[in-house]
Each structure stands twice: as C-alpha cells, then as structure tokens.
C-alpha cells in the first residue's frame, strides 16, 4: 500500500493513495470515535500545521483512563476530545510524546517504527499508580517580615512531559484540571503524600506578596523538597513608553504604566498574552517575554527624548532573565507583533 495524502475540506477527509486512486479509510481510531466530526476538526488542524511547518506527521490516537477519569484532563501537547480521542502534528517519528495524569504513571508514546504522512497510533491506555508508588513533596513557605505563612497557598499542576511538536510549542488548553493544594501549618512547613513521579508545576502566592512559580521534579521513590520558599513585597514599577512600527518614536504618543513586581505588561491591549513579565527575585527584576522572537537592548540611563531619535533595532538579546536597571531607557523589539517599544523603568522598592 502507497504512503496516503491527506486532503481537507471543512469538516470532510478524503483519503487517497499517492497515485491518486480511491482507498478505503485507513485510520481505525476514527471509525470508532462517536464524533468523528470533532476529530476529522483536529485532524485538518493538524496538517494545516504540517504545511505551514513546511514538515511533520498527523498523528492520531485516543488515550484511555480507568474508569470513572476524564480523559479531557490528560495533559499532552495537545487538546484531547471527549472520550480520549486526539489528532496533533508531530515535527518527526522519532522523539516521544508524553502523557501526563495527576496520580496516574506517566506514558510517554513512542513513535520510532511508525510511518506514513498521517499515522494510526491507536489506544494509549494509562493506570493509576498504587498507593505504594505515589510519592510526597516537602518543603517550608515564609513570607517577608516573618508573617503568618498560612495566609499563603501552594498548588501544584502536572507538567506536560515530553513534547513533538514542528513549532517545539504545545497548544494552549481549553479547560484544566483543577491543582493539587498542599496544606501549610503553623510553622510554615509542607508534607504531603500523593503525587506522581513526574514534573509538577508549582504556584506559591500571597495576597499582597509576589508570587512564586517553578518546575518541581518527584523522582521516584523519593518525591521532591523545594526547600525554603520566602515571598517577598513587591516593588513598584513606573514604566514611560511609546509603541511605534519604525523608529524613530513620536514623543507625543507617550503612555504611563504603573505595575508590581511580578506582573506581566503589554504596551497594547490587542494582543494575546503579554509583552514583557517584570518578575521580582531577591528585591531584584528580570526581565521574561512571551512570543519569540524579541529582542531588547539596554539603552542607558536618561530620558525617552534622550533616545526618541533612534534609528537602529536593538540587538539579538533576548529578555529572557535579564535585570531590569532603574532609571534606564530599553528598546523592545517585539518582532512577533512585528512592532518597536521605547521605554524607561523607575523602580521603587518597597518599604
């Protein structure tokens, strides 16, 4: 049997040989699905994928839980239909794609073997682990100025595990089940039995503190300490701009911002996501973005009217964990959005 070409219309598939002659339906999974329009849906996604990539696969597949489990709430690179059923562009047939479950062993699909443009992977079929092999996280919250640790919450979501995707991106979620909260005692102290070897994403946050996020590995037999956790007050950021397609920028359109460490900014509201994230570390603040690529440069100290003038994009510098210097002018260079942002950062520590 030749390889099969996928051609779409909206909401129909015609299957057909790379010679072009009529074959029958080669994906089992599809025959089974009871809404083979929503998963005929995610198949032409998928190949739109492929082609804009200009390279990839379709795979398709449904993940089975025990009974009584939401199989919705798997978390993978891609969104998974009611009953388990998914379609999703992988970038090749060789890396791995994980599957990841609170409580449940982790799957990660090998692809190596498979072939085709579009490839039946069939049922995933993941178990809950028993009691014996969950494993527990431990760790301590303070918040600054000795208050009460409790006023905290700490959560943790199950990472994605390994991901194959042409854009190495996973797509965004519609729904999300809901995280793991962990007690905190008087002391400040965290111990909690139940989580799955795997990656976890942990949340700490406070009203009125700047919240921490990081990635928390259980290993097996063992689980995970994140060790001391201090949320700090958040510092106050004033922030100048002008957002502009060219340089040079037009003083006259200057906009204030007023932020927190921490939150995240976008100099427009028309975009999804953000701009920049001012994330506050140790009373210090880094810079993190959103959409690559984008490119920052560190003008200096002065003023916008100092820099207005400029006519050179800033350099491949990437925000990326860079520290945000009060009193500087940045040039942004958010190339995703396909647009130039000047701005000055005043940062006022707190009290």
Known sequence: MGRVRYCSVRLAMVLVFACGAAAEPVLPTLDGAPDKAALLERIEKAQEDVNRHKGGYVIVGRVVVEQGDDATLVNSQMKILEGGYFADATKDLTRPVGFRMHQYAPYDLALN??????????????????????????????????????????????????????????????????????????????????????????????PGFVRQGFSVDFKPGEGADIGT???????????????????????????EAVLSGGDRWKATPDIYGWDLEFEQEGSEIFF??????????????????????????????????????????????????????????????PD
């Open 113 to 206: 073997g498979m072939e085709g443009d579009i490839v039946d992977v069939g049922e995933i079929v993941m178990h809950r682990l028993p009691e014996s092999e969950l494993v527990a996280v431990t760790g301590e919250i303070a918040l600054e100025g000795d208050e009460d640790a409790r006023q905290a919450s700490v959560r943790f979501s199950i990472s994605k595990g390994p991901k194959n995707t042409p854009s190495n991106g996973t797509e965004p979620r519609p729904y999300w089940p809901e995280p793991v909260a962990v007690v905190i005692d008087s002391d400040g102290v965290i111990d909690m039995n139940g989580f799955s070897p795997v990656t976890y994403y942990c949340t700490v946050e406070a």
């Open 229 to 255: 956790v201090l949320l700090e007050r958040p510092s106050r950021i004033w922030l100048e701009y002008i957002v502009s397609d060219k340089a040079p920028f037009e003083l006259e359109q200057m906009e």
């Open 288 to 349: 993190r973005y959103f959409y690559a690529p984008c490119y920052i440069e560190d003008l200096g100290e002065g003023e916008l009217e100092d820099f207005a003038d400029i006519d050179e994009g800033p350099t491949e510098v990437r925000p990326q964990d860079t520290l945000v210097n009060s009193g500087h002018v940045y040039l942004l260079n958010q190339a995703h959005w396909k647009r130039l942002v000047l701005f000055k950062v005043t940062i006022e520590e």
